[in-house]
């Protein structure tokens, strides 16, 4: 798999938002990677990457991250590699990872669970693995005054900052900015490295979704749903047309971006998207998650600290705040 956060078109996308992007390639490996943080230390952000085909060379990759983390005066490197890179079939990931110095990174970023559609399946055997509900929806919703249309207009991606905006307060969740998402689709969607998909009733969007393309794989990114009509489903054709979509396109792999672990409840993140992806068919796929690699010892020590009195501060205000609302309530 070819991830798009370590794509040109995403090292593009993040210097027009003014980060610093730092790229590098050796024998068998790669990687892009940001500068992040700011007053309690800085680090380099490496997302799903460095990409490596062997132990040895995600060796070389971490070296040179950690030389490029050096230059730029950062605390640790975070990363997050699809591969563990054991040295033998009895090592984990995790302890090959341990092994290396690395620590389990006190924020998981990027999801550690995923559900993997491969695309080079016949289109009739892509349907057949999804619920009959998905196949029944996008063969009959025509029928219903719903129409699926791909927009190659970034302007576009106003009808899925509404959606999102009533869905984010309905559910009381946090979403990416309004003004990240539009660079994203000014950046990302003219470079073909990002669609927007509209399902329409009588001609008005009522539901809308972002995916992001890189070399061989389509991520289903970000989707939401007029309210209004939500009887309809028409999340669900929509997702199914942009897998078909994605297949005819040429693409090997469709990431649903994101799903709960097995035996997961409630209280994991990701619990109340898990069923309905893995409705579109596909197999689990787990990684190691975020890892951070110290590059300065005290510095990273220093990190922790702020972070962890952060947190605890946040959730001292978090208390008083609860309780405030319950004696107005009283």
């Given at each position: 798999?070819?991830?798009?956060?370590?794509?040109?078109?995403?090292?593009?996308?993040?210097?027009s938002i003014g980060h610093r992007v730092i790229?590098?390639?050796?024998?068998?490996?790669?990687?892009?990677?940001?500068?992040?943080?700011?007053?309690?230390?800085?680090?380099?952000?490496?997302?799903?990457?460095?990409?490596?085909?062997?132990?040895?060379?995600?060796?070389?990759?971490?070296?040179?991250?950690?030389?490029?983390?050096?230059?730029?005066?950062?605390?640790?490197?975070?990363?997050?590699?699809?591969?563990?890179?054991?040295?033998?079939?009895?090592?984990?990931?995790?302890?090959?990872?341990?092994?290396?110095?690395?620590?389990?990174?006190?924020?998981?970023?990027?999801?550690?669970?995923?559900?993997?559609?491969?695309?080079?399946?016949?289109?009739?055997?892509?349907l057949k693995d999804m619920k009959s509900t998905?196949?029944?929806?996008?063969?009959?919703?025509?029928?219903?005054?719903?129409?699926?249309?791909?927009s190659e207009d970034p302007a576009d991606v106003?009808?899925?900052?509404?959606?999102?905006?009533?869905?984010?307060?309905?559910?009381?969740?946090?979403?990416?900015?309004?003004?990240?998402?539009?660079?994203?689709?000014?950046?990302?969607?003219?470079?073909?490295?990002?669609?927007?998909?509209?399902?329409?009733?009588?001609?008005?969007?009522?539901?809308?979704?972002?995916?992001?393309?890189?070399?061989?794989?389509?991520?289903?990114?970000?989707?939401?749903?007029?309210?209004?009509?939500?009887?309809?489903?028409?999340?669900?054709?929509?997702?199914?047309?942009?897998?078909?979509?994605?297949?005819?396109?040429?693409?090997?792999?469709?990431?649903?971006?994101?799903?709960?672990?097995?035996?997961?409840?409630?209280?994991?993140?990701?619990?109340?998207?898990?069923?309905?992806?893995?409705?579109?068919?596909?197999?689990?796929?787990?990684?190691?998650?975020?890892?951070?690699?110290?590059?300065?010892?005290?510095?990273?020590?220093?990190?922790?600290?702020?972070?962890?009195?952060?947190?605890?501060?946040?959730?001292?205000?978090?208390?008083?705040?609860?309780?405030?609302?319950?004696?107005?309530?009283?």
């Open positions: 798999m070819a991830n798009i956060l370590q794509s040109p078109e995403w090292a593009r996308f993040q210097q790229q590098a390639n050796g024998p068998g490996w790669r990687y892009l990677a940001t500068v992040e943080g700011g007053r309690t230390g800085r680090y380099l952000y490496c997302p799903y990457g460095p990409e490596a085909d062997s132990p040895q060379t995600f060796d070389a990759a971490l070296a040179d991250l950690t030389a490029q983390a050096e230059a730029h005066r950062c605390w640790f490197v975070r990363v997050e590699p699809i591969n563990g890179h054991p040295v033998d079939g009895l090592e984990t990931p995790e302890a090959s990872l341990k092994r290396r110095g690395m620590k389990l990174a006190p924020r998981q970023v990027q999801p550690g669970h995923t559900q993997l559609i491969d695309l080079r399946k016949d289109a009739k055997d892509l998905n196949r029944n929806l996008y063969r009959n919703i025509h029928k219903k005054g719903v129409s699926i249309e791909r106003r009808y899925l900052l509404t959606f999102l905006d009533a869905t984010a307060k309905r559910r009381n969740f946090n979403r990416q900015h309004d003004d990240y998402l539009r660079a994203v689709a000014e950046s990302l969607m003219p470079a073909g490295a990002a669609s927007l998909y509209l399902a329409k009733l009588d001609g008005e969007p009522i539901a809308a979704s972002l995916v992001y393309d890189s070399e061989d794989t389509r991520t289903y990114a970000h989707a939401a749903t007029d309210q209004t009509h939500r009887k309809l489903s028409a999340g669900i054709p929509l997702v199914v047309t942009m897998i078909m979509d994605a297949k005819e396109k040429g693409l090997t792999w469709f990431d649903l971006f994101g799903t709960a672990p097995e035996g997961a409840g409630p209280e994991h993140e990701w619990y109340g998207f898990t069923s309905f992806k893995k409705s579109f068919g596909g197999e689990p796929v787990s990684y190691p998650g975020t890892w951070d690699l110290p590059v300065s010892r005290a510095g990273y020590t220093a990190y922790g600290a702020v972070r962890a009195g952060r947190e605890t501060l946040g959730a001292a205000r978090g208390k008083l705040r609860t309780l405030r609302e319950r004696r107005v309530g009283a």
